[in-house]
């Protein structure tokens, strides 16, 4: 048990790999790990100077909205006006408030980050607010923020406040009984300054200073501001950092020259106990894929489980060979038995007409009418009774279908017009009995519209590799529901009966030609109906009845 174990190509692949993967990842962890670490320490000092000059950027812009707003508060007539309970209302109240809105107006067009600028008069109740590109919803919620920033009664520095569900840093002032103060979008912030660009997964977020900001898988680095009581925290994916690693390179180089080194070894080894093995059977399943039944793989010295395909792989062969003539041979029985109990399905409903039509002309004594349906019929039984005949020649086929028009137009006088549009090198074609029929019958049977006269058109024609058969008429057509349950493969039911007449054809074609031969229905309601069937053109091992 132990020597055919280490005589199998198991055992060989396992030794060899786990020495080469043993020798190849020790010096790879060595030379990760070291890497791993050398560039996570320049990436976290790297976002720390980059988080740092954009809160130094950001305080620099706070200290220039900070400088409007003293400036404001301290120096502005008009701040005072507002608080005036007396002149509101008054045309120096109202100039006040003009001056102050278009003050704010410019201002906010001068500043990059400011989302809006406000003036609350509390003893007014007035509210001054100009906004940047803010909706009607998130102006509410403002002026609702500025109300209850008055009950502070004091200074307020920059902090991280949220407003209908969005992050703002926010300044108010007091002064008198009036505050005054702005807001910027964090989110402007973040697109503005581009922190940590160059990393595609990364997460910027302003909080408070007391506010902790990590997690599992994430490296972050912040920076507080010296003007606001709030703190920029920036995190990116351990993973994404692992992507930029310089040394890597260098060890996978070293490691490369390593496995190169061994390849020639390798090789050598796998062609003896894989290649070559395996070649022999890819030739030996060549051969029987080819046909060659009769050959078997050669017994040799090998691997155990080569040894075993091999015998296994002869078996097999040996008993497909007769499993391959026993279902052959069952198969042609089949379609043989198959075909004749198509040729026995006889509409009885198509006979006793043609006996009725019979009848009628006799009473009227058309006895040359009478010799020509009997001419036909008998045609027509010869035609499907017929033995031993699994391919006809289309001549023999479309003889056979008129035969069948002429009967119907005895039934339905005046009901339809055939021609046919046969290429002439067609006529010695080999195709399937009763094929063309059946679809000459359906429209027969289901197209003719009592009261007109129906064109019905059979032609036969080589369309590159494939001779196509289509049969077409103008009649009543189908419903698309029909004709899609029909090229499903369906039986569709009708108040005539069910209707399996294609499907069975479609079956046959398959039994003789497999997937090479196919049929095109196309029809519309009160437009009519075409059937393509589309047969391979090539030799067939079949004898033809002639």
């Not at 922190?195 to 898988?217: C, M, P, S, W």
């Not at 792989?313 to 497909?320: D, E, G, K, L, V």
């Not at 010695?428 to 197209?447: R, S, T, W």
């Not at 039994?511 to 589309?534: H, W």
């Amino acid at each position: 048990m132990v020597r055919r174990f280490f005589g199998s190509v198991s055992a060989k692949i396992i030794c060899l790999f786990v020495i080469v993967t043993i020798f190849v990842s020790s010096l790879a962890m060595a030379g990760t790990s070291y890497s791993m670490n050398l560039i996570r320490g320049q990436s976290i000092e790297a976002n720390r100077y980059n988080v740092e000059l954009a809160v130094n950027q950001i305080d620099g812009e706070l200290n220039h909205i900070d400088s409007y707003l003293y400036t404001t508060m301290s120096k502005s007539v008009d701040m005072e006006r507002i608080n005036d309970t007396v002149e509101k209302g008054g045309k120096e109240y109202a100039l006040a408030l003009t001056r102050l809105l278009a003050d704010m107006t410019s201002q906010l067009m001068t500043l990059d980050y400011a989302e809006a600028l406000f003036i609350y008069s509390g003893s007014n109740d007035e509210m001054l607010l100009r906004t940047r590109n803010s909706e009607y919803r998130q102006r509410k919620a403002m002026e609702r923020f500025i109300r209850e920033g008055m009950e502070l009664g004091m200074k307020a520095p920059w902090r991280i406040v949220t407003i209908d569900g969005r992050d703002y840093l926010a300044r108010i002032l007091s002064y008198e009984e009036t505050i005054l103060g702005a807001l910027i979008a964090t989110e402007l912030l973040q697109e503005k300054l581009l922190l940590l660009a160059n990393y595609e997964t990364r997460d910027i977020k302003f909080v408070n200073r007391d506010v902790d900001v990590g997690g599992d898988g994430w490296v972050t680095v912040s920076a507080e501001s010296g003007t606001g009581d709030y703190k920029v925290c920036g995190s990116v994916l351990e993973s994404e950092i692992y992507q930029q690693l310089p040394v890597i390179h260098k060890l996978l180089f070293v490691i490369s020259l390593i496995c190169f080194a061994l390849i020639p070894l390798i090789v050598l080894l796998l062609r003896r106990w894989l290649y070559r093995p395996l070649v022999k059977i890819r030739r030996a399943m060549e051969r029987i894929q080819d046909g060659d039944m009769e050959y078997r793989i050669p017994q040799e010295q090998t691997s155990y489980e080569f040894a075993r395909i091999h015998d296994t792989f002869n078996r097999m062969t040996a008993q497909i060979k007769d499993l391959t003539i026993e279902n052959y041979e069952k198969m042609l029985e089949k379609q043989r038995a198959d075909f004749q109990i198509l040729q026995l399905k006889i509409n009885p409903h198509f006979l006793l007409n043609s006996f009725n039509i019979m009848y009628s002309l006799a009473q009227i004594k058309d006895f040359r009418a009478v010799q020509e349906l009997c001419s036909y019929l008998s045609s027509y039984f010869r035609y499907i009774f017929q033995k031993d005949t699994e391919y006809v020649e289309l001549q023999k086929e479309l003889h056979f279908v008129r035969d069948y028009l002429n009967i119907s137009a005895m039934r339905f006088p005046d009901s339809f017009i055939a021609d046919f549009e046969v290429d002439p090198e067609l006529k010695d074609f080999p195709v399937l009995p009763l094929l063309v029929q059946n679809f000459v019958e359906n429209c027969i049977k289901y197209a003719i519209i009592m009261g007109d006269c129906i064109d019905i058109h059979i032609r036969a024609r080589q369309v590159d590799d494939f001779v196509e058969i289509d049969v077409s008429d103008n009649g009543k057509g189908m419903e698309p529901a029909m004709v899609d349950a029909i090229l499903a493969g369906d039986a569709v039911v009708t108040e005539r009966g069910k209707r399996t007449g294609i499907i069975n054809c479609k079956k046959r074609l398959k039994a003789f030609y497999g997937d090479a031969a196919k049929i095109v229905l196309k029809s519309k309601p009160n437009q009519g109906t075409q059937v393509t069937i589309m047969i391979p053109k090539g030799d067939y091992d079949e004898s033809v009845d002639c």
